[in-house]
């Protein structure tokens, strides 16, 4: 079965902090992983995504690495503020090319 | 460029009735697939749409259908509505089947009563 995990369900941090948000995932056969941040009641946006042949992906304050082998990638967010106060979701991409999501990270960031 | 578009953002019904929730992907985007999202079980695949095909099905009972038009627009149609059904319904358009990153609308809150 294709899992998806997400470890704390919810964390609070102080501005200023690096977040640090861990996605495993049980079948390592994919094609890529997603990063995706959902405010309240709100659709998905997308933040980063992984191809299966690459480590890692950059963009502004926000860094991903995959670990294919281990079956884990890791978000940071540098110097958090509290506007990145969302939810933060992983999501895996198999061949039979649907997500398989992970049930998220919910994220305070305290002023 | 706009974004994948989901009409109606709000939907009430009477358990037993059923319900067509559309979705307009990106332009140039040809796949489409549809997600549940609750509270207990986070998101789920429904289906994927291709070039006017159904690629994939989730395991949703077959009260839970979809059609894709020609120009990639979908719709999703729920009959016989329970109340399990209330959910956050989120619609996904990538350029084609694949490996492509998936682009999310901003949904549609369906609560049954």
């Known amino acids: 079965k294709q899992e998806v995990t997400q470890i704390p369900a919810a964390l609070s941090v102080p501005e200023g902090e690096n977040l640090v948000l861990n996605c495993s995932f049980t079948d390592s056969a994919i094609y890529n992983l997603q990063w995706f941040r959902q405010d309240p009641g709100k659709g998905l946006t997308s933040l980063l995504l992984i191809q299966s042949s690459q480590r890692e992906q950059t963009s502004g304050r926000l860094n991903a690495s995959l670990d294919k082998s281990s079956g884990r990638s890791t978000l940071y967010i540098a110097a958090s503020q509290p506007g990145d106060s969302a939810t933060y979701l992983c999501?895996?991409?198999?061949?039979?090319?649907?997500?398989?999501f992970g049930k998220g990270n919910q994220v305070v960031v305290i002023p | 460029k706009a974004g994948v578009t989901q009409t109606p953002r709000y939907l009430i019904k009477t358990r037993g009735q059923q319900v067509t929730l559309s979705c307009s992907p990106i332009s140039g985007h040809r796949s489409v697939s549809w997600y549940q999202q609750t509270p207990g079980q986070g998101l789920q695949f429904l289906f994927e749409y291709f070039s006017e095909t159904q690629r994939n099905k989730g395991n949703f009972p077959g009260r839970f259908s979809g059609r894709q038009f020609s120009n990639s627009r979908s719709e999703m149609n729920v009959s016989t509505l329970e109340l399990g059904d209330s959910a956050l319904y989120l619609c996904?358009?990538?350029?084609?089947?694949?490996?492509?990153?998936?682009?999310f609308g901003p949904g549609t809150r369906l609560t049954v009563t």
């Open positions: 999501a895996v991409l198999y061949g039979n090319n649907r997500l398989a």
């Open positions: 996904a358009s990538s350029w084609s089947t694949g490996y492509y990153e998936q682009y």
